[in-house]
């Protein structure tokens, strides 16, 4: 067969059409040959065998180019081999030479059988290439004979070439010699009408951007495209001798990125890179779509808007590429800077990939800095390949990148795109969307009655306590104590981890603290506000969260008002708010939207079922199209590429949603921990949704630090933290365990028609309101069908819940008022409650409908007899309670405080620089009295702990219990300083005692007036208030009990010295104070003229007042490792005195110099740094920014 001669590599001339392609053999026409070779008198040469003329006609031979040489990489015998090779031999032109790499370690590779072979292929094992390139560059150096001929046609194995691809590929050489690769229009594996890419650009950061949406239709709008930065090298004709110099791919890319940094190189060696839209290779991306491991053909997954993750199990790989282009393309030299700024951009991009719903994707953008900084000798070997192969400026390259504004723009167009297949997939006919507007009305007016009723309840019941909400008054009583302070203030408690109950201690906050932070948010900053509006809306907050927890198991309004109604009339929640439990009314609103957020995390959240036909898309023209390939006998059978069909998936943003709504809920109530964990692993076990088991780490996060605290004090009985209550100790009646089975936290005494016909109907209500839900839940055990389910999981529920409350009213937590005090049972019975109503409307759902299948009978009148008793008990319950929020006969606690509860006098000793405490104090009857050190305008939020009541249980000594003792009798102690000097040395600047009981009141009044030194102020209606004044006292009667006898004051210690006798010359009351230092006749030692510091809450950052020699700086607080003082940046010496933190100042200090005391546990910033980044990524999770499924 003759042939032509190549064309000159450098004639870039334009050529005739006639002109054959350059390295293209010519065929000519059979007639047209005949009668050349009579003209020139050649004897025919056929062979005998050969048909004569007369024995019908002669089929041509298939055409060959000679010049092309084609390379499949391989490995092994794979699925996708066998389609490939027939769609080789069955093209319209066959290139001269096929070579088969095969890569695999066995070897496999072979060719199929029953295939005529006008072209054999050649098999080569070349075993562990690293990558694409080198297994072509193996192949080619192992070939025998070697490889001659001017052009490689380069194919991975999962592809299949269209008819005309090579002839399209060739017409591009012959119009210049400079264009030595030319690349081929990618198709979607068995869906060649979906383009994959028309060569693409590259992004600055390495991505390649094909201008491509996911799933577009090739109808032909990028066919215009010629000069390309890069094409992929699957299918693509590349000059041999350019191959050569340039070694063919970067072996240091893998698997991904090679074909873009070959072509990078390319450009930059003066070649030309075009694609060949007429040139079509449907592409598998086996290797992308994590398609390999299967020995069948697989169809390609097609990305849509309900799934554009298919790529994932390449993505570290492909990052990895993406980040190795990048660094390579720019100077060595900035390759330290590089990797700085993608270690600062890394956290972003990671957060950012988790509002989309990626957190593998995340992990792998945080690690792969890291990576690039392990990979700098390939970097390095990069970029000596790109300096060796450049041989024009780096400018050629400039106009072929992307711009911000293309890549804006593509991103916008994308979105755009995602938008309207998504109405395109969920779309609905003009009789659906009527059908969604009837059923949406009829839920907007239940619901709306349903918020009727509870703002009716709420503004009856809280009538004097919703002017707090306007006029941001105080909210008190019970457990709640006021919560004055802004976001400094929560900061404070958040981080410092020290705690002000009583003189100090170094213990973690209560977590309820930080579940407040969003209702700050809303209020600018304001705690008091916050807690306000989160007492008064607690019942429309759980009503509504009730309502979309019912509406995830069941779609009927009714089910869903009565489980609303009843989730709010839980005597839980009204015992909560009448004794003001701001832990428990949060985790009981907080219960309905854990269900909600868990359901749907699963994916087995209830659905509204529309009678009319879903508008569904149509299929494209894929068949129409195979068909057609299928009729050329050139196409082999390949896997019709499925359409996806939209079904209810698990979401992503559901589960951030429920780990974030777990950590309130254990952090309002720590006893809810475990039962939860249990709870959310079982439901990740019976749902398969492995996923959940995240749930649980934002709550084990923001519990951190009292999980620690327990576990280390375990012996002394730690364990009791988790227990504990948030919030002020208050007592209560602890109730039976059957009573705890019909949701009842408190005992109730049984009624007596004794006590008259009214009274025994309103006390039986709460049993008979907890016996309903009970037998009703024991009936729905008989249900059959897809409710049996949720009917099981729901009394698994209430059997954790009913075991939570158990233990939680038989732990004593922490001591008030002289009595113990047990955890607060009602966090267990919410669970209960919850676990009934979900057995009750799980089995519920669909109940109506089935008596519709009997005739009018006893059904029908036990359902709506029961549909009465359902509606009639809550909103009576309600009524009742409304009225005075009375329970079981207990009145309530919580008022609302328009004024001072300290007097305006000793409020200004606590905001002045002194910083001075007041010391509350309290009868409890003729022989006891309640106390507490108050920093704020009465007890405060701030200044409660679970894990000091609990210490205190475990032993830990009250620090002012005795001093205390003495001033509420009026008695000094025999041996030792006066009481007023002890108060002072405490900080306290004021003693006071409330009016609220006038006969206790004046007792202790009356004792308290004895006592030397301590002067009233005042005695009014709110109270009487004294004021601490050592300076009215002898300093003589500051001298310290001698050695050996016990004394209210202890002594002074340094590291772990014993105690020696101290005597404090106490001046003024403050929180810091400088002494002198000095000694008696007898050699102790002496602090006197005492100097007060300014001071804020727990900081000092003043200056140093007079003084001379060595002085001591103590603080009213006890002493602890945390405590660090400085002069002019110089650490001091820490010490104790008398059990509170001192600090020895240098002789060598003097006035004016800056002094600054902090307290910084050194074990509370890793806490911060773990809860702050758990909470954000969580955060970011539930973001709701990437819709995966459509449905009511």
């Known amino acids: 067969m003759n042939t032509v001669s190549p064309a000159d590599p450098g004639d870039t001339h334009l050529v005739d059409d006639a002109t054959p392609p350059r390295g293209i053999p010519t065929f000519p026409d059979r007639a047209d040959s005949s009668s050349s070779g009579a003209s020139q008198g050649e004897v025919d040469g056929r062979d005998e065998a050969s048909p004569a003329p007369g024995d019908g006609p002669v089929p041509l031979p298939q055409p060959v180019a000679s010049q092309v040489t084609a390379v499949i990489v391989t490995n092994g015998h794979t699925p996708y081999l066998r389609p490939l090779l027939v769609s080789l031999v069955g093209h319209d032109l066959l290139p001269g030479r096929i070579v088969l790499a095969d890569v695999s370690v066995e070897g496999t590779a072979q060719l199929p059988s029953g295939l005529s072979w006008p072209v054999r292929p050649e098999i080569v094992r070349v075993p562990g290439a690293k990558n694409f390139g080198s297994a072509v560059s193996r192949a080619l150096a192992q070939v025998d004979p070697p490889v001659r001929e001017q052009w490689l046609w380069l194919f991975h194995d999962d592809c299949v070439v269209h008819s005309g691809a090579l002839s399209a590929l060739l017409r591009v050489v012959e119009y210049s010699a400079s264009v030595q690769v030319i690349g081929a229009k990618h198709v979607r594996y068995g869906a060649p009408s979906d383009l994959l890419d028309v060569g693409y650009s590259v992004a600055p950061g390495g991505r390649r951007f094909t201008g491509v949406e996911p799933g577009e239709y090739d109808q032909g709008q990028h066919d215009g495209r010629d000069d390309v930065y890069a094409v992929g090298l699957t299918g693509a004709l590349v000059y041999r001798d350019l191959w050569a110099e340039l070694g063919g791919t970067d072996p240091g890319f893998g698997r991904y990125g090679d074909s873009l940094e070959f072509c990078r ?43 554009d993750d298919v790529d994932e199990p390449s993505f570290a790989a492909r990052l990895s590429g993406q980040r190795l282009f990048a660094a390579s393309n720019r100077p060595f030299i900035a390759f330290p800077f590089v990797v700085l700024f993608l270690l ?39 970029r ?76 009856v019941a809280m009538r004097d ?34 705690v002000r109950d009583g003189l100090g201690a170094s213990a973690p906050a209560d977590p309820l603290v930080q579940t407040l932070a969003p209702v700050v948010a809303l209020t600018a900053g304001n705690m008091q506000w916050a807690v306000n509006i989160t007492v008064v809306a607690v019942l429309l907050a759980s009503g509504v969260g009730a309502w979309f927890a019912a509406g995830a198991v069941s779609r009927s309004v009714v089910i869903r008002l009565w489980a609303s109604l009843f989730w709010v009339a839980s005597p839980a929640l009204l015992v909560a708010v009448g004794q003001g439990r701001l832990g428990a009314l949060i985790a009981h609103s907080a219960l309905p939207w854990l269900v909600v957020a868990l359901v749907r995390a699963c994916g087995v959240q209830a659905r509204d079922v529309l009678q009319g036909p879903v508008l569904r898309y149509e299929r494209r023209q894929d068949e129409q199209l195979r068909a057609q390939l299928a009729e050329r006998d050139t196409v082999a059978a390949r896997p019709v590429a499925e359409q996806s069909v939209s079904s209810p998936r698990q979401s992503l943003a559901a589960l951030g949603g429920a780990a974030l709504v777990f950590a309130v809920l254990t952090a309002a109530a720590p006893v809810l921990l ?67 089975l019909l949701g009842l936290p408190v005992a109730v005494d049984v009624p007596m028609l004794s006590d008259g016909w009214s009274s025994a109907v309103v006390g039986a209500l709460p049993f008979v309101a907890g016996a309903l839900v009970l037998t009703a839940a024991l009936l729905a055990l008989m249900r059959r069908g897809t409710a049996v389910r949720a009917v099981r999981f729901s009394w698994w529920v209430v059997v954790l819940g009913l075991a939570t409350a158990v233990a939680s009213s038989s732990v004593v937590v922490s001591a008030s008022g002289g009595q113990f005090v047990t955890g607060w049972a009602g966090a267990g019975v919410s669970v209960v409650w919850l676990g009934l109503l979900g057995a009750c409307v799980s089995a519920a759902d669909g109940l109506v409908a089935r008596t519709h299948d009997y005739s009018f009978g006893w059904r029908q009148v036990a359902l709506g007899v029961a549909g009465l008793l359902v509606l009639v008990v809550p909103v009576g319950s309600l009524a009742l309670w409304s009225d005075d929020r009375v329970f079981a006969g207990e ?3 919580l008022q609302r405080h328009e004024g001072a509860v300290i007097p305006a006098v000793a409020q200004q000793m606590q905001s002045s620089g002194r910083a001075a405490r007041v010391l509350l104090l309290d009868s409890v009857d003729d022989d006891r009295v309640r106390y507490q050190l108050v920093h704020h305008d009465g007890p405060h939020l ?64 009356s004792r308290i007036d004895r006592v030397a030194g301590i002067e009233r102020v005042s005695s009014q209606e709110l109270g009487t208030l004294w004021r601490v004044n050592p300076l009215a006292v002898d300093p003589a009667q500051a001298t310290a009990a001698p050695v050996g006898v016990p004394s209210l004051a202890g002594g002074m210690t340094a590291g772990d010295q014993e105690p020696e006798r101290v005597t404090v010359i106490a001046g003024e009351p403050a929180w810091a104070v400088v002494y002198e230092v000095g000694s008696d006749r007898s050699g102790d030692a002496v602090l006197g003229r005492p100097q007060a510091v300014s001071a804020g809450p727990l900081t000092v950052s003043s200056t140093l007042p007079s003084g001379q020699g060595e002085r001591l700086l103590v603080l009213a607080e006890n002493a602890a490792p945390g405590w660090h003082a400085s002069v002019q940046g110089r650490s001091l010496v820490p010490t104790e005195v008398q059990g509170m933190q001192a600090f020895e100042i240098p002789a060598s200090a003097y006035e004016g110099q800056s002094l600054a005391v902090s307290y910084e546990r050194s074990s509370q910033l890793p806490w911060l740094i773990l809860q702050c980044a758990v909470l954000v990524v969580f955060t970011f999770l539930a973001i709701p920014v990437r819709r995966k499924g459509g449905g009511a």
């Open 265 to 307: 190189r390319a450009r930059l060696h003066g070649a030309r890179v075009v694609v060949a839209p007429q040139a079509v290779v449907e592409h598998a991306q086996a290797s992308l779509l994590g398609l390999r491991g299967s020995s069948q053909l697989l169809p390609t997954p097609r990305p849509t808007v309900l799934d």
């Open 344 to 382: 600062i951009l890394a956290p972003f991009r990671a957060l950012a990939r988790i509002a989309r719903k990626q957190p593998r994707r995340a992990w792998t953008e945080l690690l792969s800095p890291l990576g690039l900084a392990a990979r700098v000798g390939q970097v390095f070997a990069s």
């Open 384 to 459: 000596r390949r790109i300096v060796k192969a450049r041989r024009v400026p780096l400018s050629v390259l400039a106009p072929m990148q992307v711009s911000l504004a293309d890549l804006v723009q593509f991103y916008r167009d994308r979105r755009l795109a995602r938008s309207a297949l998504r109405r395109q997939l969920f779309g609905l006919s003009e009789l659906d969307r009527r059908e969604v507007r009837a059923l949406a009305a009829k839920r907007r007016s239940v619901f709306v009655v349903l918020l009727s009723m509870l703002a009716v309840v709420t503004a």
């Open 465 to 498: 306590l919703l002017p707090a909400v306007v006029d941001r008054g105080r909210l008190m009583g019970g457990a709640l104590v006021s919560a004055d302070g802004g976001w400094s203030d929560l900061w404070r408690v958040w981080s410092s981890g020290w």
């Open 674 to 740: 475990l039962p939860g964990v249990v709870l959310v692993g079982t439901a990740a076990v019976f749902t398969r949704t492995r996923a959940l088991w995240c749930v649980p780490l934002p709550a084990l996060a923001v519990l951190g630090p009292l999980l620690l605290r327990a576990v280390v004090n375990w012996d002394v009985g730690g364990w009791r933290i988790m227990f504990a209550d948030p919030g002020a100790p208050f007592p209560y009646d602890v109730p039976d365990r059957w009573q705890l």
């Open 891 to 893: 009145d309530s606690p």
């Open 942 to 1005: 701030f200044e409660t702990s679970t894990v000091v009541n609990v210490a205190q249980l475990g032993g830990r000594p009250d620090d002012i219990a005795e001093i205390v003792a003495h001033v509420a009798r009026g008695l000094e102690a025999e041996d030792g300083p006066s009481l007023v000097f002890l108060l002072a040395q405490q900080g306290i600047g004021s003693v006071f005692v409330p009016g609220d009981d006038p006969v206790l009141a004046a007792q202790l009044t």
